[in-house]
């Protein structure tokens, strides 16, 4: 599942002026902009925004911008060269100030409300108005929408400064948020897991803003201290930055009649984001009926590979609220998330995401998110009952491709053509019980061993282990000589199943106490570390050096363990 391919082609952009040529503004050019708001952009105090698609927005520009890093894996795709990251007027532009882009870019950005609904029940109160107008895009701006190489890129800078949806807020992205960020999203794409994609990481050398954070050592579940921290801009990449709230936000507005415009403007979004993400699977020609129902059968079929590539990896989202929900079927919105280490079906990395939200319940939030999806589309399809029961089959199908792809995800884990639930029941048993490491657990399963050795490397042996350890071990023993059997009794050879498992179960994973030192000395001006994990955690399959293997891939030290910021934070950034 690793979908990282060589790139042998030249750059084609070099300059700025290269990529101006390529700016193509869909969003902008075919959507409404909210009429109340400033031709200028000069739009950053809190609002209520009623009706339009997007709001003309000017990011605020970092002061004294540095560069830190640029995804050179992106930066190939694309055609990029290398050196464009660090050229002036390349990093003027992603660390906020379009002021003097050559044309036919914009100089002016874009921001975008959605509505609120955790876990599949709607929200009005986070909204500072109480009405669900206020919502949305409170500190990314996005900058640029590019067609490069057939492909169509919106670009958005992440702690680009205030928009009407701020509610208050600064604006900003801090350091520390914008690492985690930058790392995780080029980390995932080398997993294999669709996602969008960093850009570049730029940040001020004197611009700073105060936080909540968690004091040296804390074992408290919220922040307990105040720190300055420096602010810095990453820049994402997708296709689109549409979210399941955004098409929400429209659908409550026509299901309420909120204004003369609400279910056009639905329709508008609607076909906006089948044209922007699955315009190469729904046919233009189609009726608007045969699309809708398309795109949800389409969605469904990308958000339960999604959830189910996340789980493969060990990936929580923390957060997963429709508005942190990609409509394109990716990975989004990088705040409170973590890579389970010591297996826990309940892990949950951020102290405000409860259960709902946990490692292994995060089939079930896709549901809920489905089924705001599926409440959005609906009235498009208020006068067509056999398209509307169409829909409807979508929506109740929705649990059984779930299950589909977690049991097709689990048997591709241990190397079996399919999947067994008495042997897997067994294994989750013994991963909770003898407190395994995730991701160390699998790859070295990926070696097919016989006996219980190799994998005492994952063992965090806790106290059910500490207990009865030879019981454990009989029953590690016996599960293996079960697992081995099926193994041996497939078509392939083990010299073929080996090598296919170590490209379903990586062997490096982007663990929170290898973050936290990079975005420390970052903050002194010290990136080196930064770069390091960078490159090891974009070949995430690989056999890397013993140097890279004795530093990445071991246990968690004991004194990291239920520290604040380590192992959990809060969603502060």
């Not at 000017?58 to 290398?82: M, Q």
């Not at 990453?234 to 003369?260: D, I, N």
């Not at 929170?512 to 010290?526: L, R, S």
Request: glycine share 6%; aromatic share 10%; hydrophobic share 35%.
């Amino acid at each position: 599942m690793n979908n990282r391919q060589p790139q042998n082609t030249l750059p084609t952009i070099s300059t700025l002026d290269d990529l101006a040529k390529r700016a193509n503004y869909s969003l902008m050019d075919r959507l409404n902009a909210d009429p109340d708001a400033t031709a200028n952009g000069d739009d950053h105090q809190p609002r209520q925004v009623f009706t339009g698609h997007y709001v003309p927005v000017k990011p605020t520009p970092l002061a004294d911008p540095e560069y830190i890093a640029h995804s050179k894996d992106l930066f190939r795709e694309l055609g990029f060269a290398d050196s464009l990251a660090q050229t002036d007027d390349f990093m003027r532009m992603f660390s906020g100030d379009i002021s003097h882009v050559p044309e036919p870019m914009s100089r002016v950005g874009w921001a975008c409300g959605y509505a609120l609904s955790i876990y599949g029940t709607e929200y009005y109160q986070q909204c500072p108005f109480q009405t669900g107008n206020g919502y949305g895009d409170g500190r990314a701006v996005s900058v640029l929408e590019a067609v490069i190489n057939g492909q169509r890129w919106e670009m958005q800078l992440k702690g680009g400064g205030r928009t009407p949806y701020c509610r208050g807020a600064d604006g900003r992205a801090v350091l520390r948020s914008s690492v985690r960020e930058f790392l995780a999203q080029e980390h995932m794409h080398a997993l294999g897991v669709p996602t969008s994609r960093s850009l570049s990481l730029y940040v001020s050398k004197t611009e700073q803003v105060r936080r909540p954070w968690y004091s040296e050592g804390s074992h408290s579940q919220d922040p307990d201290t105040l720190i300055s921290e420096a602010v810095a801009i990453s820049t994402r990449v997708a296709p689109s930055f549409l979210r399941v709230g955004q098409l929400e936000l429209f659908s409550r507005r026509a299901r309420k009649q909120e204004h003369p415009k609400a279910l056009q403007e639905l329709e508008m979004i609607v076909l906006h984001l089948i044209d922007r993400e699955y315009a190469d699977v729904i046919d233009n020609a189609l009726s608007l009926a045969e699309k809708v129902v398309l795109l949800a059968h389409e969605f469904r079929d990308r958000l339960t590979s999604l959830v189910a590539n996340w789980i493969r990896v060990g990936y929580c989202q923390g957060n997963f609220n429709s508005d942190n929900c990609a409509a394109g079927g990716f990975t989004l919105d990088y705040g409170p998330f973590g890579f389970c280490e010591l297996f826990d079906p309940q892990y949950q990395p951020w102290t405000g995401g409860g259960q709902h939200f946990s490692f292994l319940n995060q089939p079930a939030a896709a549901e809920r998110n489905f089924h705001m999806f599926w409440t959005a589309l609906r009235p498009l399809l208020a006068s067509n009952d056999n398209a509307l029961q169409q829909l409807d089959e979508i929506r109740n199908g929705f649990d059984a491709v779930m299950q589909m792809k977690m049991r097709e995800m689990w048997a591709a884990k241990l190397g079996l053509d399919r999947f067994d639930m008495v042997l897997f029941r067994e294994l989750a048993a013994l991963m909770m019980e003898t407190s395994v490491d995730y991701t160390i657990l699998f790859r070295e399963l990926s070696n097919l061993p016989e006996d219980i050795g190799p994998l005492q490397k994952s063992f965090y042996k806790g106290a059910t282990y500490q207990a009865d350890p030879e019981g454990l071990d009989q029953r590690w023993f016996e599960w293996l000589t079960q697992w081995n059997a099926l193994i041996d009794s497939q078509p392939h050879s083990r010299d073929e199943i080996s090598p296919q498992m170590k490209q379903v179960n990586p062997k490096y994973s982007l663990r929170e106490w290898f973050v936290v030192p990079a975005y420390q000395q970052a903050a002194e001006g010290n990136y080196a570390l930064i770069r390091e994990l960078q490159e090891v955690m974009t070949q995430p399959y690989a056999e890397q050096s013993t140097q890279a293997e004795e530093k990445y891939y071991r246990l968690k030290p004991s004194e990291f363990c239920e520290i604040g910021g380590l192992s959990h934070y809060s969603c502060s950034s």
